[in-house]
């Protein structure tokens, strides 16, 4: 609908024009409104808490310096590719030092893709130092696989970490 603007004293006032009902508003009270609503918006939205029950290290932090972090390391990262682990096993290095954790942080780690010929991608065990306090970790895979199918072909490591940065 299309809406017209009245003066009426020192206030504004819109309606529809094609109205033959007076609804009219004054602006100041839409504007009321429109704070009301954001408020009741910001407030649901900042009202989410984060609670950490206990940490690799045992130590605990003040709620408000929960946080979660996550990612993907992808197959063809140059940086930290896959390696060998082991008799059939494979690696690799994740690195979380974006995330700034001041110590170390619970970390669940997947992979995602298809290496083709009916073989999927290896299931993984987390390995962290806490010394490391949530910069890196290592994923090592659980069944034999090979190094050049999870470098050639998609096995990405998608990965979610809950710790503290203060």
């Known amino acids: 609908q299309w809406y017209q603007?009245?003066?009426?004293?020192?206030?504004?006032?819109?309606?529809?024009?094609?109205?033959s009902k007076?609804?009219?508003?004054?602006?100041?009270?839409?504007?009321?409104h429109q704070h009301i609503l954001m408020l009741t918006f910001l407030t649901c939205t900042?009202?989410?808490?984060?609670?950490?029950?206990d940490t690799p290290d045992g130590t605990s932090h003040p709620e408000p310096c929960a946080m979660t972090c996550s990612g993907i390391s992808r197959h063809d990262d140059?940086?930290?590719?896959?390696?060998?682990?082991?008799h059939g096993k494979v690696g690799?290095?994740?690195?979380?030092?974006?995330?700034?954790?001041?110590?170390?942080?619970?970390?669940?780690?997947?992979?995602?893709?298809?290496?083709?010929?009916?073989?999927v991608c290896p299931s993984l065990i987390v390995h962290s130092k806490p010394e490391d306090k949530g910069r890196y970790f290592d994923v090592i895979s659980v069944e034999y696989t090979a190094l050049i199918g999870v470098n050639s072909e998609?096995?990405?490591v998608y990965w979610i970490a809950t710790g503290y940065a203060c």
């Open 5 to 19: 603007r009245r003066v009426t004293g020192s206030n504004f006032t819109i309606s529809p024009a094609t109205s």
């Open 22 to 32: 007076n609804h009219s508003m004054p602006i100041k009270t839409m504007r009321a």
């Open 46 to 53: 900042l009202q989410s808490t984060l609670k950490i029950l």
């Open 78 to 86: 140059t940086e930290h590719k896959w390696w060998i682990a082991g």
């Open 92 to 119: 690799k290095t994740i690195d979380m030092t974006q995330c700034g954790f001041a110590s170390q942080p619970i970390i669940t780690a997947t992979t995602e893709g298809f290496q083709g010929h009916g073989v």
């Open 154 to 156: 998609p096995c990405d």
